[in-house]
């Protein structure tokens, strides 16, 4: 990320860059199906053949992609009813269906994503810390929490997940590519506004 984009990013309010970062990883996920599929379509017109591999990993992506606009859809109607409870089963039958621990991951902080644009803090900080015992790799819990924390303006928290977003910042996680060091400034940074 280039110090311009990093000091507009900066600018931000806390909850413009939760919007912008919940919106990156929706897009990724559409934008994965979307070239699967152009793929697929153009090895299918100029005559070529995807070999069995790529069909399996193209329909995957397919599948996966359906799947999560099933759950969000099943959530959000839940949540539009007032029904936080229905909210949670929508994703906590999502996550025992998955196997994969980094899907699991991902579909808590989808679910903490959808509380908190929707208002409900203690729902959002309480489902991304579902996610915590299931990985090692906490980088997705704690650049969340950090930003979460950061925009109700509890920076000892804040500073807190900031570092620990840092520690993992090498994580696969992180595709965003924002390294230790940003991390680590943020810290500095609610750490400064928590002591004013």
Same mark, same amino acid.
């Given at each position: 990320m280039s110090k311009k984009n990093k000091k507009q990013f900066s600018g931000m309010s806390r909850r413009a860059k939760l919007i +912008?970062?919940?919106s990156v990883v929706a897009v990724f996920v559409v934008s994965a199906g979307v070239v699967g599929y152009m793929l697929y379509q153009s090895q299918q017109q100029v005559g070529g053949t995807?070999?069995?591999?790529?069909l399996v990993?193209?329909?995957?992506?397919?599948?996966q992609i359906k799947s999560d606009e099933e759950i969000f859809n099943n959530a959000s109607s839940e949540l539009k009813k007032?029904?936080?409870a229905g909210v949670e089963k929508v994703y906590d039958d999502a996550v025992k269906a998955e196997t994969d621990r980094a899907r699991k991951i991902?579909?808590? +902080?989808?679910q903490s994503a959808l509380f908190y644009n929707a208002g409900h803090v203690k729902e959002a900080i309480a489902a991304a810390k579902n996610a915590v015992t299931l990985s090692d790799d906490q980088f997705l819990v704690a650049d969340w929490l950090s930003r979460i924390y950061e925009d109700q303006k509890n920076y000892t928290l804040a500073a807190e997940y900031y570092t620990l977003a840092g520690e993992w910042?090498?994580?696969p996680m992180?595709?965003?590519?924002l390294d230790k060091k940003y991390f680590d400034d943020n810290a500095s940074r609610v750490t400064e506004l928590g002591s004013k």
């Open positions: +912008i970062v919940s995807p070999i069995a591999s790529e990993e193209r329909d995957a992506r397919v599948a007032g029904n936080i991902q579909i808590y +902080i989808d910042a090498e994580s992180n595709v965003t590519a």
